[in-house]
């Protein structure tokens, strides 16, 4: 069974939109990574928040953390064409247990 | 991809052939993983390495064995492939000391077991 559950399994937006996909866990965390894949690629890190973390920023990103719902959200603001991809949230220090990911497209 | 390489990129092989894949870094990280990638089910956990000779079991290890004899290289060998294990493999390392938990991913495999 996959620790993280991602919603929606797929998200389609204009371009300049905001794109918000969601996360959840079943166990206890010490931190909530996200990655990003594109088609063919390997996955590519992009934001960790720790347990003892609410929100985190980084460029375009904004992640939440509510360990008391055991979820998290990913918004990705102002998107862009190229932000088309699948995102995927991934819990774990040591032995990692990933999500079934969001498939994001973004409409020029 | 912070040096990771895997080998190869893609094979297409017949059930009941042994098949190994290989994967090398040149980072130093002390984990070393091995996922596979399926429609519906994300990345899974199949084995990792926490050092030379160090091994353990992840979510679907049934079929797969691994082996690392050096810090860089880490194995992964399906004995007897069958068509279950048709998939795309991927590789990915890290160093958990400090603040860093991130993994680093390699280009995948792709394996076509007929």
């Known amino acids: 069974s996959q620790q993280g559950e991602e919603d929606p399994q797929a998200l389609s937006i204009q371009e300049g939109e905001n794109a918000t996909m969601n996360c959840s866990y079943k166990?206890?965390?010490?931190?909530l990574q996200w990655y990003r894949q594109n088609s063919g690629r390997g996955l590519v890190h992009l934001i960790l928040?720790?347990?003892?973390?609410r929100e985190k920023h980084s460029g375009r990103l904004r992640v939440t953390l509510d360990t008391s719902k055991k979820s998290s959200s990913l918004l990705i603001t102002a998107s862009r064409a190229a932000d088309t991809a699948s995102y995927f949230c991934?819990?774990?220090?040591?032995?990692?247990?990933f999500g079934t990911g969001t498939r994001l497209k973004v409409l020029a | 991809d912070a040096g990771i390489t895997q080998s190869p990129r893609h094979k297409v092989t017949e059930t009941g052939t042994p098949v190994t894949l290989r994967c090398h870094q040149t980072?130093?990280?002390?984990?070393m993983y091995w996922y596979r990638q399926d429609p519906g089910h994300g990345l899974r956990l199949i084995h990792y390495?926490?050092?030379?000779?160090?091994?353990d079991k992840g979510e679907v290890s049934d079929g797969y064995s691994v082996s690392r004899s050096k810090t860089e290289d880490f194995l992964l060998t399906l004995e007897s492939a069958t068509s279950s294990q048709t998939s795309v493999y991927f590789c990915?390392?890290?160093?958990?000391?400090?603040?860093?938990?991130?993994?680093?991913f390699g280009p995948g495999t792709r394996l076509t077991v007929l």
């Open positions: 928040i720790r347990s003892n973390e």
């Open positions: 980072e130093n990280h002390r984990y």
């Open positions: 390495s926490y050092g030379v000779k160090d091994t």
């Open positions: 166990t206890s965390i010490n931190n």
């Open positions: 991934a819990t774990g220090t040591y032995k990692y247990i």
């Open positions: 990915a390392i890290s160093d958990p000391k400090g603040e860093g938990y991130e993994q680093f």
